[in-house]
């Protein structure tokens, strides 16, 4: 199971910090990565951070989303920075069983948590 948490509402210009934490079947979590949905549109990638630390973003956040890990807890984080408006959107993550590096199949994904960020 993956249990993401952590959104919120924050003005633009704000900060979030997200958390995944993986456990019982996912405990062999090895790539993981965040994707968002806004209302209306297609889910999309944000973010993926392999077991060893590669890490990939999208564009759309490059250089104001952080994603990192914490292996002994099997966790992830994406702190988020100088959010806009646009970043509004259920943030999900998943989790890779299988040791896939940074191209992933994703087996198991988390419940989503709501970031909303107001203009």
């Known amino acids: 199971q993956l249990q993401a948490s952590g959104g919120g509402l924050v003005q633009a210009g704000g900060s979030l910090r997200l958390s995944c934490v993986a456990s019982?079947?996912?405990?062999?979590?090895?790539?993981m990565g965040w994707f968002r949905q806004a209302p209306g549109k297609e889910r999309e990638f944000v973010a993926l951070?392999?077991?060893?630390?590669?890490?990939t973003y999208a564009d759309s956040v490059k250089g104001r989303f952080t994603i990192s890990r914490d292996n002994a807890k099997i966790t992830a984080y994406l702190q988020m920075n100088s959010l806009k408006p646009e970043d509004t959107a259920v943030y999900y993550c998943?989790?890779?069983?299988?040791?896939?590096?940074?191209?992933?199949?994703?087996?198991?994904w988390g419940q989503g948590t709501l970031v909303t960020v107001s203009s």
């Open positions: 998943a989790a890779d069983s299988r040791p896939r590096g940074s191209n992933p199949t994703y087996d198991y």
């Open positions: 019982g079947r996912t405990a062999s979590a090895y790539t």
């Open positions: 951070i392999t077991w060893i630390g590669s890490i």
